[in-house]
């Protein structure tokens, strides 16, 4: 059989254009919008290549959106902790109170209590995000801005979860600014100095 009037995709190839097309209805369309059968027509492909791959629309508009939400973030470099914590946690911020916002909370009505996809949605995007806070963290580390012990995921997603907070009890379009820096300088700050009076 011929996909799409072309030769037939398989792998990595036929994954790559599953997930365009289900970004791009995303975008378009928000989670509610998200179908089996537009994706499919998007993608020149048919339903089955797509549940081969996701059980559900719900699992592919995960792995769509960690896809978007990847593609948004960049790791800052500023030599302060400060600065790229600060940096990092405005990208967060702006990103939710967007229309990626609608689209990811969209997801997490969609997805239940399944845990797996709440775990992936968990904070906001996906891997990028804690490994982007895990590099600042270990450039951190390396300046001598924070004690080795804080180069954990737990410690990095902090920031994260608080912001997340903030939105889920708060029910607020954006966060405040000044509300980030009292994140990263009462909270985060002292986390990753340690508890015995470590000072930079």
């Known amino acids: 059989m ?90 967060a911020n702006s990103t939710w109170s967007s229309p990626y916002g609608e689209i990811l909370r969209g997801l997490i009505a969609a997805a239940g209590s ?22 600042v963290l270990g450039r951190a580390v390396a300046r001598g801005e924070a004690v080795a012990e804080a180069l954990h995921p737990r410690v990095a997603s902090t920031p994260v979860a608080l912001l997340r907070n903030e939105y889920m009890t708060r029910g607020v379009p954006a966060v405040p600014d000044g509300v980030l820096v009292e994140i990263v300088e009462e909270v985060f700050l002292p986390l990753v100095r340690g508890r015995a009076g470590f000072s930079a």
């Not at 399944?114 to 590099?135: S, V």
Request: proline residues 4%; negative net charge; glycine residues 12%.
């Open 2 to 91: 011929v996909e799409g009037g072309g030769p037939r995709r398989r792998g990595a190839v036929l994954e790559e254009a599953i997930l365009r097309a289900a970004a791009e209805v995303l975008r378009e369309s928000g989670a509610g919008g998200l179908t089996m059968d537009e994706v499919a027509r998007r993608a020149g492909t048919n339903k089955n290549a797509i549940y081969r791959r996701w059980p559900n629309r719900v699992a592919l508009g995960v792995a769509a959106y960690r896809r978007l939400a990847d593609a948004e973030i960049t790791v800052p470099d500023t030599g302060s902790l400060r600065d790229d914590a600060l940096d990092l946690l405005s990208c």
């Open 114 to 135: 399944a845990p797996e996809l709440l775990a992936e949605l968990r904070d906001g995007g996906g891997g990028a995000y804690e490994a982007a806070w895990l590099t």
